[in-house]
């Protein structure tokens, strides 16, 4: 693996780090406190190709490599959680399986207009009685005629009271267990198809997600992504490649909350000198450098292996692993460093602290990592 970037990785982190720095970052506190749908920002990085980065251009992308998707998140995380989990979701979760399950219709129907930002995508496996354990799908896919009637419910749909498509993941032989999962692409326009209200949440409040409800909706074959009863593998391989951009997303957090903090140390002054000379505070962030420098290099490490066709299931559970727990440590050591202003809006430091603690959880808890990560290690013995 090469340190050094290339020419084209060095631009697309440049490109994202000054629309993070100049278009962002001035609208993330206003974005969390009014729980609002950043629509502009999600039309500029359209307009920027961060919205299918990975995706070839013969599909509308920008056919750049997942590292340069990592530079990428990274950049506009550390500026808006919320915005960084819109962009995620869109690349990692709808376009990355339509990329490598689909067939070239639906790359040109479905995979084109999100990979350029004219649609945008949403996720859904999750349901009220089906999180961690994926196998356990109560929404049900049933064949009529030469298509299917799929009825369900699906819980904590990011994205999903303003997606245009949708990933989802059915039962269509329960006896079957997780080989009797379909996927499909399901547009959010098509009958039966209703959105909850958007979930009122801790962190994360301008990413809009919700309840879907599905009433006997009808899907030609056509929808089918993949192999009807190969749902179970779209979903755990897409997942694999979703928690490098979770990881990604940590490392955002976790560095705004190490610059913020490192910025306050250096003004704020107590018995006399800047609190940063003092050793206690020097020793926080120490320890938060070093543990996000740590957290991104394992973070690139999964993306180059998922760039070069190697096996990345298990780098990608320990970058989000650690990824989010360095997240959730960095945003609590910098409320520390800023006292009594950390607990206050005024100051960012409380959005991090209540965006970081969702890393911990979706797309895998931060105990299912562990099981994946066990997993891998017990088929290498």
Not at 66 to 88: D, F, K, N, Q, W
Not at 152 to 179: E, Q, S, Y
Not at 181 to 189: E, N, Q, S, V
């Amino acid at each position: 693996m090469q340190f050094a970037l290339t020419e084209e990785q060095t631009l697309v982190q440049k490109t994202a780090r000054d629309f993070a720095r100049d278009e962002v970052l001035p609208k993330a506190a206003e974005i969390d406190r009014e729980h609002r749908h950043p629509a502009e920002l999600v039309a500029r990085m359209a307009e920027l190709g961060f919205l299918g980065i990975a995706v070839p251009e013969q599909w509308g992308g920008a056919g750049m490599d997942h590292v340069s998707y990592v530079l990428a998140m990274e950049e506009v995380s550390r500026a808006c959680a919320s915005t960084g989990v819109i962009m995620s979701v869109n690349n990692s979760l709808v376009c990355d399986p339509i990329t490598r399950f689909g067939t070239d219709e639906q790359k040109q129907t479905w995979l084109t207009p999100l990979a350029q930002g004219k649609k945008l995508g949403c996720f859904a496996l999750s349901e009220p009685e089906a999180g961690s354990d994926a196998a356990a799908q109560r929404t049900t896919a049933t064949r009529d005629g030469n298509g299917w009637v799929i009825s369900g419910v699906k819980n904590w749909i990011t994205n999903g009271p303003v997606a245009d498509v949708c990933v989802l993941f059915t039962m269509n032989d329960r006896d079957a267990g997780h080989k009797g999962i379909t996927a499909f692409i399901l547009p959010m326009d098509e009958k039966g198809v209703r959105t909850g209200p958007p979930d009122d949440k801790l962190g994360i409040r301008g990413s809009k997600s919700c309840q879907i409800f599905l009433d006997d909706v009808r899907l030609p074959d056509s929808h089918v992504l993949g192999e009807v009863g190969g749902g179970f593998k779209v979903a755990m391989s897409t997942l694999d490649g979703g928690r490098i951009g979770i990881a990604a997303q940590a490392v955002g957090i976790g560095r705004a909350a190490l610059e913020d903090a490192l910025g306050y140390a250096q003004t704020r002054k107590t018995f006399g000198k800047p609190i940063a000379q003092h050793q206690a505070i020097q020793f926080k962030l120490a320890d938060m450098a070093t543990e996000v420098e740590a957290a991104r290099l394992l973070t690139l490490r999964a993306a180059w292996l998922k760039d070069h066709k190697q096996p990345y299931g298990k780098e990608a559970a320990m970058a989000k692993l650690y990824a989010s727990d360095v997240a959730n440590k960095a945003a609590r050591e910098a409320i520390q460093i800023f006292g009594g202003n950390g607990y206050v809006t005024e100051y960012p430091v409380e959005r991090h602290f209540r965006d970081a603690k969702i890393t911990e959880i979706y797309e895998g808890t931060s105990e299912i990592q562990r099981l994946v990560i066990a997993g891998h290690l017990a088929k290498a013995k």
